[in-house]
């Protein structure tokens, strides 16, 4: 297992490979990496040979243990990869001067 600096995962990997846990739960795919479709693949290798499951709450209805499940999966992740390299594209605009940020403040709503 390669150092991933994200300890939470780290632990729960550990766990798994302990057969301590027998299924990674997450809320989305997405929030399993955040570098590359590698170390998302690497994850989800490392969960698989340990006899491990993966289960999302969002995307629940996917079960990916099956061989069409692992294909969408993969899909997913060039997805979730390719969402990514657009959000760090755009903060390089954003670094550069050439892009125009609109917020909202949350804190001036008012509570009925």
Known sequence: MTRLDRPQLEAALAMIE???????????????????IYE??????????????FASVKEREFDFADPSSRLFL????????????????????CTLGTCTICTTSYSSRTSN
């Open 40 to 53: 998302t693949f690497n994850i989800l290798e490392t969960i698989g040979e340990h006899g491990a499951g």
């Open 18 to 36: 302990a057969k301590e846990c027998d299924v990674l739960l997450v809320h989305e795919l997405s929030r399993l990496s955040r570098s590359s």
């Open 74 to 93: 993969t899909i997913l992740t060039a997805m979730n990869q390719y969402y990514i390299s657009l959000l760090r594209g755009n903060g390089r605009k």
